[in-house]
C-alpha cells in the first residue's frame, strides 16, 4: 500500500480521539497518511493539548480556519482544502463524527472525484435543529464508504437508501480509550482535593444549552441544587465561559462547583472514571461514560447514540425535579457488554480498506 496516499481530516477535539490509534494501524500498513488539521478548534485547550496527550503526529497541515459561523466555517474549510488537493491529490479521505470539518472536507473530494470514508456513519438524533445532524446526513449522503459504530446505525443507513459499502466497524473511541486505560487508572487528581466516588463531573457546551439566558440559568440553578450533595468539577468550555459572563450569572455558581480550565483527553477520562456520575451535553461523554459503567445524565431531549441508553448507563434528563431525584438517588444503571466495543475498531476499518477500497 506504499503507493496509496489518505488524507485524514480532524477539526476538533473528538476527531483527534477518533484519529489516534486509526493513524497507527494505516502507518503500519504503509500507507501515505496526510493528517489536515482544519483549524476549527485551534487553541492550545481545544487542540495542541490532545495532540500531545495521544501522542499524534503534529499535522502535515493545517488549515488554520478558526472560529467563525457555521456557513462562514464550512465554506472556508472547502475552499482552502480544495487549493491543497489541486496541489496534492490523494487517493481516499477518512472523515470522522459531525462537525463542519467532516461535511466540508467531504463534499470538496466529492466534487473532485476522490473517494471518501466516513467513520462513525449512521448515527442520528432525527432532530434537524442541531446542526451536526445536518453534517452527519450530508456526509453519509457523499460518502463512498461507510464505517458504522453499531447495529441502529447500520440500520439507519439502510431505511435511507444506502445498502452498499455499509460496514459495522465498532466504535472507534473505545480504541484510544482501551489503549491508555492503565494511564487512566493511574492518573493523579489530589490537587482537587476531591474523593474518589463522591463528586460529580460536568460537561456543558452546546449552544441550545448555553445559548438562551432562561436554559442557562436553569441549569445553573439545577446544578446549584446538586452541588449541595455532591461537589462538582466544571471544566468550563470557552463557549460556556462566554456566556456565563455575557448573561452576567456566572457569580451565581455555588461555592462547591469548581470550575477548571477545559482538560486534556486523559484527564477528562479519569475524572469521569473516578466520579459517582456525569451530567454531559456531548456526544462522546455518553459512550466514554457507559464503556466505563460511569452513570451519566445527558442534558438534551434526544441522543444520536440510543445504544448509550438502552444497553448502557445513560439517561436523557431536564432541568428538573425528576432528574435532581435520579442524580442524588443510588439506583443506577450498569452497562451491558456492548457488540465490537472492543478496541479493534481501527483494524477492522484498516482491513476493509485493504480488501475493498485498494
Not at 466534487?111 to 448515527?123: F, S
Not at 446526513?137 to 464505517?147: P, V
Amino acid at each position: 500500500m506504499q503507493n496509496k496516499k489518505i488524507d485524514l481530516i480532524v477539526g476538533a477535539r473528538p476527531n483527534f480521539v477518533k484519529c489516534a490509534v486509526l493513524y497507527d494501524v494505516l502507518k503500519k500498513k504503509g500507507f501515505t497518511i496526510r493528517l489536515i488539521h482544519t483549524g476549527q478548534h485551534y487553541d492550545e485547550k481545544m487542540s495542541d493539548i490532545f495532540f500531545k496527550d495521544l501522542s499524534i503526529p503534529k499535522e502535515d497541515v493545517n488549515l488554520n480556519v478558526g472560529s467563525s459561523s457555521h456557513a462562514v466555517q464550512t465554506g472556508m474549510i472547502m475552499q482552502k482544502y480544495e487549493e491543497l488537493l489541486y496541489k496534492e491529490r490523494c487517493d481516499l479521505v477518512i472523515v470522522f463524527g459531525d462537525v463542519n470539518s467532516t461535511v466540508a472536507c467531504v463534499i470538496t473530494a466529492a466534487k473532485l472525484h476522490i473517494e471518501t470514508a466516513h467513520v462513525e456513519a449512521g448515527l442520528r438524533s432525527y432532530d434537524r435543529n442541531m446542526p451536526e445532524e445536518i453534517n452527519r446526513l450530508a456526509t453519509d449522503s457523499i460518502s463512498n464508504y461507510l464505517f458504522a459504530p453499531d447495529r441502529g446505525a447500520v440500520d439507519n443507513l439502510k431505511k435511507e437508501g444506502h445498502t452498499e459499502n455499509v460496514f459495522l466497524a465498532g466504535n472507534i473511541m473505545i480504541d484510544t480509550l482501551k489503549k491508555h486505560i492503565e494511564i487512566i487508572e493511574n492518573y493523579n487528581l489530589s490537587e482537587y482535593n476531591i474523593t474518589n466516588k463522591k463528586y460529580i463531573y460536568m460537561t456543558l457546551h452546546r449552544p441550545f444549552n448555553v445559548d438562551n439566558k432562561d436554559r442557562l440559568k436553569s441549569i445553573i440553578d439545577f446544578t446549584n441544587r446538586i452541588s449541595e450533595d455532591y461537589p462538582i468539577i466544571i471544566p468550563l468550555h470557552p463557549r460556556t465561559e462566554k456566556m456565563l459572563e455575557h448573561f452576567d450569572i456566572k457569580s451565581n455558581l455555588s461555592n462547591n462547583i469548581i470550575l477548571i480550565q477545559p482538560v486534556s483527553y486523559l484527564k477528562s477520562i479519569a475524572f469521569i472514571k473516578n466520579a459517582r456520575s456525569v451530567i454531559t451535553d456531548s456526544g462522546g461523554i455518553q459512550e466514554e461514560t457507559t464503556y466505563l459503567n460511569i452513570p451519566c445524565y445527558t442534558l438534551r431531549k434526544n441522543t444520536e447514540r440510543p445504544i448509550t441508553i438502552t444497553n448502557g448507563t445513560n439517561m436523557l434528563i431536564e432541568p428538573d425535579k425528576n432528574a435532581l431525584e435520579a442524580i442524588l438517588s443510588d439506583n443506577e444503571k450498569t452497562c451491558d457488554a456492548i457488540e465490537l466495543w472492543d478496541g479493534k475498531t481501527s483494524d477492522r476499518i484498516v482491513d476493509f480498506i485493504c480488501k475493498e477500497v485498494f
